[in-house]
């Protein structure tokens, strides 16, 4: 089986291509499945998260790009571009991957955000489409969108590194 382990530049020509949910493009170790319908592997540096558009080689030379998977999401309007900058503050405030649109936001399913929404006067329509969230405020972010013990949505955290101490 083939290895990806490293990013090329988004100008070279690719010649494979393999769909990966969010989910799968914030894992840095995974076996997935070519558009060709080869199985390979991905070996990227630890806290690596693949975007729409990315390239990656292969160990035998091929290029591939990462298309973001449809999967479902939640679509966030609202009547106005105050009310859903509004909506987006408190939802921003869980630390959950959102992808900001002109006049909307996606993120993924989640009961206890779409209720939060619902009561700020927000419309939730369920869609299924490629997922982008933003990189978060430091650069590329890592994201933990699992649910807690008490039903609340996910933590997001930049990708530094922790520090260590000098001895």
Not at 87 to 112: C, K, S, T, W
């Amino acid at each position: 089986m083939h290895t990806a382990t490293h990013l090329v530049p988004k100008d070279i020509q690719a010649t494979e291509s393999v769909e990966l949910t969010f989910d799968q493009r914030e894992k840095s170790r995974l076996r997935a499945v070519l558009a060709s319908g080869e199985s390979f592997g991905i070996q990227l540096r630890s806290g690596t998260i693949l975007a729409h558009g990315d390239k990656i080689a292969l160990d035998d030379g091929r290029i591939v790009e990462v298309i973001a998977a449809d999967e479902a999401l939640a679509e966030v309007r609202a009547t106005s571009a105050t009310q859903l900058a509004r909506i987006a503050y408190h939802v921003g405030n869980r630390h959950v991957p959102l992808q900001v649109e002109a006049d909307y936001f996606l993120m993924l399913p989640d009961h206890v955000l779409k209720a939060m929404v619902e009561g700020l006067g927000g419309v939730v329509t369920e869609v299924k489409r490629g997922f982008q969230p933003e990189g978060g405020a430091y650069g590329h972010s890592h994201v933990h969108h699992s649910h807690d013990d008490e039903g609340h949505g996910g933590r997001i955290h930049d990708g530094l590194q922790p520090r260590t101490q000098d001895r």
